[in-house]
Nanobody
């Protein structure tokens, strides 16, 4: 089993930046592909970004491409989401997710991730 704990959320003005962290414990982090998802009030959970087990092949939703960057540090068992040029429509609870994967494998489907964190709130004011 893998336990995931997100941190770094908060309130920021439009145009600002935040960096989310997701610390993993249990399991073997280096065998896990990681993803970030978000869910706004009244909306379904949506894909934000994903990265393969070695830190390559970052993949982004069109809505965040060019503004968000996903990275990971396998030694620290942590995945990050750097969010720049934030917009009010980025307001949501952000979730970290993990899946055991082959090398170079990423996924944008929430159904492929069996392990989830509790989420961290990001609020962007206009």
């Amino acid at each position: 089993q893998v336990q995931l704990v997100e941190s770094g959320g908060g309130l920021v003005q439009a145009g600002g930046s935040l960096r989310l962290s997701c610390a993993a414990s249990g399991g073997t982090f280096s065998t896990k592909a990681m993803g970030w998802f978000r869910q706004a009030p009244g909306k379904e959970r949506e894909f934000v970004a994903a990265i393969d087990r070695s830190g390559g092949r970052p993949y982004y939703a069109d809505s965040v491409k060019g503004r968000f960057t996903i990275t990971r540090d396998n030694a620290k068992k942590t995945v990050y989401l750097q969010m720049n040029s934030l917009k009010p429509e980025d307001t949501a609870v952000y979730y970290c997710a993990a899946r055991t994967a082959l090398y170079y494998s990423t996924s944008s489907s929430a159904k492929d991730y069996p392990f989830w964190g509790q989420g961290t709130q990001v609020t962007v004011s206009s």
